[in-house]
């Protein structure tokens, strides 16, 4: 219970694009909420190709590679690309002794792993035992970089900037519009620093549609999520992690 007292409600009239829930606090007053999530969406779709059953899904059969593979590309790589010619880059890599690489370390020295990471953009693999032979498996792909604060502070403001996020609170006619905001997953910067990182000061820049925001996390415990709030024109606030019940009764809760 986040806020003692207050129940969410959720709207049933969405096909008039308003906010999604009404949150009830105890003295009466009632606030309009929308919910969204931050997602990196390069990554969703790359994710997305990878998964594509009718493509072959993760997994690609070797026709000219000496073992099974497990390659990791990056966010930009194009996937359909990679079934198509990852094999014959993978046997070149062979062919040079390699059974695994890095190419942020192995390209200077190897023609075919810079090869593989110019035009494959894949970035690192190694050889790996499949149940069925010769298999090269694709992995979903990272997303490195600096963990900041500041990462959770971009995500934010991205989403509260976005036309409908906007445009269904300004519809609210009530004193109080907030925007909940939660980080997928895969959304893997924003997603660590609202985990382990202190909120950055001053708070969001937020349009005038939006009162309050709320950032969300999933921590490293299934029922568990970090949690910031912020007003407009004010400092962050943690609230720590919180626990989430999957029970909810009909009216809902906060």
């Known amino acids: 219970m986040i806020i003692v007292g207050a129940r969410m409600q959720y709207r049933h ?25 931050s997602v990196a969406e390069q990554m969703e779709c790359t994710a997305a190709a990878i998964a594509n059953a009718r493509k072959g899904g993760p997994f690609v059969c070797a026709k000219k590679c000496r073992h099974g593979w497990w390659v990791h590309p990056l966010p930009s790589a194009n996937i359909n690309k990679i ?36 035009e494959l ?19 979903l792909p990272g997303q490195g970089g600096l ?53 950055p000061q001053p708070g969001p820049s937020l349009p005038h549609e939006i009162t309050h925001i709320w950032a969300a996390a999933q921590t490293r415990s299934a029922d568990k999520f970090m949690v910031w709030k912020a007003e407009r024109g004010k400092n962050w606030q943690c609230l720590g992690a919180v626990a989430v019940s999957s029970h909810t009764d009909e009216r809902g809760s906060n």
């Open 147 to 199: 963990v900041s604060a500041e990462n959770v502070q971009r995500a934010i403001e991205v989403e509260a900037n976005k036309r409908d996020n906007r445009q269904k609170l300004a519809r609210a006619d009530v004193g109080e519009r907030h925007l909940f905001i939660y980080i997928d997953p895969r959304n893997f910067l924003p997603r660590v620093a609202c985990i382990d990182e202190s909120p």
């Open 121 to 139: 953009r894949i970035e690192a693999a190694n050889v790996v035992q499949w149940k069925t032979p010769n298999c090269i498996g694709i992995a």
């Open 13 to 37: 009239d969405q096909s008039t694009s308003v906010h999604d829930f009404d949150l009830h606090y105890a003295d009466g007053t009632v606030a309009a909420v929308e919910v969204t999530a």
């Open 83 to 118: 079934r198509t010619h990852v094999d014959e880059y993978l046997a070149a890599i062979e062919a040079e002794g390699h059974h695994r690489f890095l190419a942020a370390t192995d390209a200077a020295s190897s023609p075919a792993v810079a090869r593989i990471l110019s």
